[in-house]
């Protein structure tokens, strides 16, 4: 590996793109140190550092990125392992900051294995359980929404008790685990992409966050689904038909791929039902795959919906709520329909990781549905390293501001999980303008052409 490069023998020597990549790699890594260093301590780590953090280590890998493309040269391999394999390290050191989740998980996990289901009572019916541990008492009483039964599917859940089972009430079990599954995740885009793209995801900071240090298990779904995108056109039906499921167990979301990747093969179908019955069998079928906490989540929470705000500034007051999400999830429907017919139209050959626009989907899906989660974006990460955006890889970072809620803000007038006025807005607009800027830019190059 060539430490400089020079265009003759007489000019100063210049950085290689290989020493762009360490040196960021170097002040990456001091940054995830401060933030597990602060998260320990009392106060931890506020929404002004996390920003702050993810707009730096961001910068550095899109400029890695811009570097090696300019010289069209791949990076290299080891630099990108070997910071990506630490970074996570680090992570696991880190605690969950500007976000409890994690609480609901480890208590799922208890209530699978000593009681079988976590689906059959709520948390708040152990508030007079004088038999909790002092651990358990503590989680217990960190739960948001006791009252709501979990919305978690039975992949997560299977998830959640092995995590249990190697140490209980403690959240560093399920951060290794899902930096082990986004290793993998890495090395699955490195059979799809090429390395200087897979950076992009490998280094992020939203995926740093949300799947090591905060241990959603989105993660363990995005694996699955690249894992499918592998198989696919390699005509494993049976292997496809297990990981859809499997998928489908983390979050409901996966179910948007199932039609443009299983097609009319009846061997990946059978498989996929199989597999979803025996994944949800232990728990009941109808309690794990449409669990009571889902149901209240998609009735009755509003939360980072940009369409939804926009809605609601502009033909609120005369239609109510129901009548926008209806109108929004047909929309979609009528989108993503209208863009199967011309994808299976396309034939047999096609090669799904080509060619199909997993981003658009789940950035339909996302900005029609009623709640946006930061994490809810690794869905469409695989596929932003298969196509490279300005406008996927900008929303990593200014999705993070969603994050400005009552409870992250200290001296703050708003409930829980209230957001800033105009929050929204900032999250979302400028990648609106970013996209719009893109498609009329290509829309000049084919016109010229």
């Not at 429907?333 to 017919?341: D, F, G, P, R």
Request: charged share 10%.
């Amino acid at each position: 590996m060539m430490l400089f490069s020079t265009t003759s023998d007489f000019q100063t020597p210049r950085l290689t793109p290989a020493w762009h990549a360490v040196i960021a790699g170097v002040l990456s890594t001091s940054a995830y140190l401060y933030m597990a260093n602060s998260s320990r301590h009392d106060g931890g780590f506020e929404l002004l550092q996390l920003l702050s953090l993810s707009v730096f280590c961001a910068g550095l890998s899109f400029w890695v990125w811009y570097v090696h493309v300019r010289q069209n040269q791949q990076v290299n391999l080891i630099i990108l392992l070997s910071f990506a394999a630490l970074f996570r390290i680090i992570g696991g050191f880190t605690f969950p900051v500007l976000e409890d989740d994690f609480y609901r998980y480890l208590w799922d996990a208890r209530m699978t294995v000593e009681f079988g289901s976590p689906y059959s009572m709520p948390p708040a019916d152990f508030f007079d359980n004088e038999t909790l541990s002092y651990r358990f008492e503590r989680i217990l009483d960190s739960i948001n929404y006791p009252t709501v039964d979990t919305i978690y599917g039975p992949t997560c859940q299977w998830l959640f008790a092995l995590a249990y089972v190697i140490s209980p009430g403690e959240i560093w079990p399920l951060q290794a685990l899902l930096g082990v599954a986004d290793m993998l995740l890495i090395l699955l885009l490195l059979r799809l992409a090429q390395p200087t793209s897979v950076l992009l995801y490998a280094w992020s900071p939203l995926v740093i966050k949300e799947f090591v240090i905060t241990a959603h298990p989105d993660v363990l779904g995005a694996l699955l689904i690249a894992l499918s995108l592998l198989v696919v056109h390699r005509r494993h039906w049976v292997t496809l038909g297990v990981c859809m499921a499997l998928a489908c167990g983390v979050k409901i979301f996966a179910v948007i791929l199932l039609p443009f990747l299983l097609r009319f093969e009846w061997k990946g179908w059978l498989a996929f039902l199989t597999t979803a019955i025996l994944i949800a069998q232990p728990f009941g079928i109808k309690e794990a795959w449409f669990p009571g906490g889902l149901s209240a989540m998609g009735s009755s929470w509003l939360f980072n919906a940009p369409l939804y705000v926009l809605a609601d500034l502009t033909i609120g007051r005369w239609v109510p709520v129901f009548a926008i999400k209806l109108a929004l999830l047909g929309a979609f429907t009528v989108a993503s329909a209208s863009y199967l017919i011309i994808y299976l139209k396309k034939g047999r050959d096609v090669v799904a990781h080509q060619e199909l626009r997993g981003d658009l989907l789940y950035l339909g899906l996302f900005l029609t549905a009623p709640v946006f989660n930061a994490w809810y974006l690794v869905w469409l990460l695989p596929f932003a390293v298969l196509r490279p955006s300005v406008w996927a890889w900008s929303l990593s970072i200014t999705i993070l501001l969603s994050y400005a809620t009552g409870i992250n803000l200290s001296n703050s007038d708003l409930e829980p999980y209230q957001h800033w006025p105009g929050i929204v807005a900032l999250e979302f607009l400028p990648i609106a303008v970013i996209a719009i800027y893109f498609f009329l830019k290509n829309q000049q190059q084919e016109t010229n052409n």
